[in-house]
């Protein structure tokens, strides 16, 4: 690895980004660098053991446990979910499996759910009512959903149109790996929690890593945030945590580089003990394409030609959280980076680090698109504006003969790849966004176009 290279690629993407702190790992001592600080006002240097949030990440622990389960013959992973959930009834669950939620194709359409999981941690640091300047459709008198019970009751009577009959098409869910977390814990017996460290924490040696915010100590790194409805967004310490103990199984795990580094072997070293060669093939199998090139598994992407060879990933990011884990099994690679704010480049400096361990320019891009003249037919059947009940607001529209879309208050050129297709540049990586029937997919979600357009 060129060191001094990739440094100079990685600190010209943090300082363009305003990231605090970043820790930028691979195993086997290949290479570890913390960038800035865990703690900027006290100046306080990011290490391998400095402690972050890491985010969805924690899906691909969620589809362990379940094959933990599977292997142990508590569950298969075709059981429909009711055979665990008898009292869910929201429209479509009858006929949706566990494989429908780990795969996100369960047809439940995104959902502002997460957000009253966190409305607790979000009051109390102001964050609320700043997703609801953003656009986020939330109700100031919804209660709270702090337990499971919550949880079932609110997906049961908000009332959602399905995208799609389950199996049919992607589009990520939060929900459903929070309705898998409960299923862990009916079918093993222990609290969610307890059952991700007693099976994997405690043999992986994962001794640094956790859920509870409660149990965080002065490695923690401080979070930051940035307020986009301000007159001049800047980054400011935000020292809430947000937390969701219904939805852990989403994605609330903290945890530090090194202890990502020996989860790292379970994918390097035939489940390293806690799963079969069997079950990790499983879980790394191409299930579902999302888009072109690019595949999900249980809990984890699979790239199957990074440069010839294959890459299983998975990103995170919530409120002072952006971290991204991969591993290349052919190199025998495990990554991690971890950061101390949202929508910091962590995909794009731990890719820069893996290629420059393989001898690649560090921002050159594995999966390519090319230019396309998109028709004016095209360019009035994408124009429009996209929504999620998560929360997501896209607006595409045509400005001096280009089109452009407007995401978190600000305005995007985009660059048009396909019939219906076009990319947009964002934290130092490229992300295609696909139209069809009248659907946006776009961040492995579908947004519906507004009706009035």
């Given at each position: 690895?060129?060191?001094?290279?990739?440094?100079?690629?990685?600190?010209?993407?943090?300082?363009?980004?305003?990231?605090?702190?970043?820790?930028?790992?691979?195993?086997?001592?290949?290479?570890?660098?913390?960038?800035?600080?865990?703690?900027?006002?006290?100046?306080?240097?990011?290490?391998?053991?400095?402690?972050?949030?890491?985010?969805?990440?924690?899906?691909?622990?969620?589809?362990?446990?379940?094959?933990?389960?599977?292997?142990?013959?508590?569950?298969?992973?075709?059981?429909?979910?009711?055979?665990?959930?008898?009292?869910?009834?929201?429209?479509?669950?009858?006929?949706?499996?566990?494989?429908?939620?780990?795969?996100?194709?369960?047809?439940?359409?995104?959902?502002?759910?997460?957000?009253?999981?966190?409305?607790?941690?979000?009051?109390?640091?102001?964050?609320?009512?700043?997703?609801?300047?953003?656009?986020?459709?939330?109700?100031?008198?919804?209660?709270?959903?702090?337990?499971?019970?919550?949880?079932?009751?609110?997906?049961?009577?908000?009332?959602?149109?399905?995208?799609?009959?389950?199996?049919?098409?992607?589009?990520?869910?939060?929900?459903?790996?929070?309705?898998?977390?409960?299923?862990?814990?009916?079918?093993?017996?222990?609290?969610?929690?307890?059952?991700?460290?007693?099976?994997?924490?405690?043999?992986?040696?994962?001794?640094?890593?956790?859920?509870?915010?409660?149990?965080?100590?002065?490695?923690a790194a401080r979070l930051?945030?940035?307020?986009?409805?301000?007159?001049?967004?800047?980054?400011?310490?935000?020292?809430?945590?947000?937390?969701?103990?219904?939805?852990?199984?989403?994605?609330?795990?903290?945890?530090?580089?090194?202890?990502?580094?020996?989860?790292?072997?379970?994918?390097?070293?035939?489940?390293?003990?806690?799963?079969?060669?069997?079950?990790?093939?499983?879980?790394?199998s191409q299930h579902i394409?999302?888009?072109?090139?690019?595949?999900?598994?249980?809990?984890?992407?699979?790239?199957?030609?990074?440069?010839?060879?294959?890459?299983?990933?998975?990103?995170?990011?919530?409120?002072?959280?952006?971290?991204?884990?991969?591993?290349?099994?052919?190199?025998?690679?495990?990554?991690?980076?971890?950061?101390?704010?949202?929508?910091?480049?962590?995909?794009?400096?731990?890719?820069?680090?893996?290629?420059?361990?393989?001898?690649?320019?560090?921002?050159?891009?594995?999966?390519?698109?090319?230019?396309?003249?998109?028709?004016?037919?095209?360019?009035?059947?994408?124009?429009?504006?996209?929504?999620?009940?998560?929360?997501?607001?896209?607006?595409?529209?045509?400005?001096?003969?280009?089109?452009?879309?407007?995401?978190?208050?600000?305005?995007?050129?985009?660059?048009?790849?396909?019939r219906r297709a076009v990319?947009?540049?964002?934290?130092?990586?490229?992300?295609?966004?696909?139209?069809?029937?009248?659907?946006?997919?776009?961040?492995?979600?579908?947004?519906?176009?507004?009706?009035?357009?």
């Amino acid at each position: 690895m060129d060191k001094k290279a990739y440094e100079k690629f990685a600190e010209s993407l943090i300082n363009a980004h305003q990231t605090p702190g970043a820790m930028v790992a691979l195993n086997n001592q290949r290479y570890e660098k913390g960038f800035g600080y865990r703690d900027r006002e006290n100046e306080l240097l990011v290490t391998a053991d400095t402690i972050f949030g890491i985010g969805s990440i924690t899906k691909s622990m969620t589809c362990i446990a379940i094959l933990q389960l599977q292997e142990d013959g508590k569950l298969s992973v075709h059981d429909t979910i009711k055979t665990y959930l008898p009292e869910i009834t929201f429209k479509g669950s009858d006929d949706i499996t566990l494989h429908h939620l780990m795969t996100h194709t369960s047809g439940i359409s995104p959902l502002n759910t997460l957000f009253y999981a966190n409305k607790q941690s979000m009051e109390r640091d102001g964050s609320f009512d700043l997703q609801v300047k953003l656009g986020v459709p939330l109700d100031r008198e919804q209660d709270s959903i702090d337990t499971y019970d919550d949880l079932i009751n609110y997906l049961n009577t908000i009332q959602f149109v399905p995208l799609d009959r389950p199996g049919r098409s992607f589009s990520y869910s939060n929900d459903g790996y929070a309705l898998l977390g409960i299923i862990i814990e009916r079918v093993s017996g222990q609290s969610y929690e307890r059952y991700i460290e007693t099976n994997i924490f405690q043999p992986l040696g994962m001794k640094n890593s956790f859920f509870d915010p409660d149990r965080l100590d002065d490695r923690a790194a401080r979070l930051y945030s940035v307020d986009l409805t301000a007159e001049t967004p800047t980054v400011e310490h935000s020292p809430e945590w947000w937390d969701a103990p219904a939805m852990w199984a989403a994605g609330y795990v903290k945890s530090t580089a090194n202890d990502m580094l020996r989860f790292g072997d379970v994918f390097l070293n035939d489940g390293n003990g806690i799963l079969t060669l069997e079950s990790l093939e499983v879980l790394t199998s191409q299930h579902i394409e999302v888009e072109p090139g690019l595949h999900y598994g249980y809990g984890v992407i699979v790239i199957p030609d990074f440069f010839g060879t294959t890459l299983i990933e998975h990103g995170g990011g919530i409120k002072g959280v952006t971290a991204q884990f991969a591993v290349l099994p052919e190199r025998g690679i495990a990554a991690i980076c971890l950061t101390n704010i949202a929508g910091a480049p962590a995909e794009a400096l731990l890719n820069g680090a893996i290629q420059s361990e393989m001898d690649i320019e560090p921002d050159k891009k594995a999966i390519k698109y090319d230019d396309y003249a998109l028709t004016e037919a095209d360019r009035q059947a994408i124009i429009g504006t996209y929504k999620s009940n998560e929360g997501q607001t896209i607006k595409v529209y045509e400005k001096n003969a280009a089109i452009f879309v407007e995401y978190l208050e600000t305005e995007i050129p985009t660059r048009p790849v396909g019939r219906r297709a076009v990319t947009i540049a964002m934290h130092g990586t490229e992300y295609l966004l696909q139209f069809t029937d009248n659907r946006l997919h776009f961040g492995f979600r579908q947004l519906l176009k507004s009706e009035n357009e």
